[in-house]
Structures are given as structure tokens and as C-alpha cells.
């Protein structure tokens, strides 16, 4: 098993940054690739971006591609999302997996954490 806590979560003007931190226990956390994953009230959850086990390769929405930064840092045990230029749209619960592959896939995915909410104002 591993556990996925998810830190960091808040409210953040438009236009403005935040970091997102998944810290993780239980089994060796290199060995998962890890994923973020958001839910808006209505939506589907739907991919935000993945990390390979070493950090070497990454995957980004095309929504987020260019404002969101995925890294990792196997030592610590946590995984870190940052964004910049945040818009109303990115309003969301945004959840922390790790599983075999890194890729948009939820089923990808074999462990999640509970989800922190991020609400960008206008």
C-alpha cells in the first residue's frame, strides 16, 4: 500500500502561482510513477499531469501545458506541482496517484490520496 497526502491547497487570485506537494508512505516511492488528476463540481476527473519514477519524463494536459511544473524528489517522498498563471478554470479538487505508468489514464493509477481544493478567483 502507499499513502498519498496531498498539501497545499487554497485560494489564489487569477494570474497568481501556487505549490501543490503529495507526500507519499508505505511502499518505496521511487518504484510508482506518479500523477495529479483534478475534479471541477459537475466534472469528470480528468488528467492534469505525470511523472516517471525517476523525474526523467513528464506528461502535461494540453490546459496546463506551459503554466504547470510536475517534479519529484524520490528522497523526500514527495511529489510537487507547481503552477503559475493560475485562471478561474483550474478550480478544482486535485488529486495525487501513483501507479505503474505515468500516463492520462485513471486506471493507470492504483493508489490516491483525498484531494485538496484549489479555488482560483476572478
Known amino acids: 500500500q502507499v499513502q498519498l497526502v496531498e498539501i497545499g491547497g487554497g485560494l489564489v487570485q487569477a494570474g497568481g502561482s501556487l505549490r501543490l506537494s503529495c507526500a507519499a508512505s508505505?511502499?518505496?516511492?521511487?518504484?510508482?510513477?506518479m500523477g495529479w488528476f483534478r475534479q471541477a463540481p459537475g466534472q469528470e476527473r480528468e488528467f492534469v499531469a505525470g511523472?516517471?519514477?525517476?523525474?526523467?519524463?513528464?506528461d502535461y494536459a494540453d490546459s496546463v501545458q506551459g503554466r504547470f511544473t510536475l517534479s519529484r524528489d524520490n528522497a523526500k517522498n514527495t511529489v510537487y506541482l507547481q503552477m503559475n498563471s493560475l485562471k478561474p478554470e483550474d478550480t478544482a479538487v486535485y488529486y495525487c496517484?501513483?501507479?505503474?505508468?505515468?500516463?492520462?489514464?485513471?486506471?493507470?493509477?492504483?493508489?490516491w490520496g483525498q484531494g485538496t481544493q484549489l479555488t482560483v478567483s476572478s
Open positions: 511523472i516517471n519514477w525517476s523525474g526523467g519524463s513528464t
Open positions: 508505505g511502499r518505496t516511492f521511487s518504484n510508482y510513477a
Open positions: 496517484a501513483a501507479g505503474d505508468a505515468y500516463g492520462y489514464r485513471r486506471r493507470e493509477y492504483k493508489y
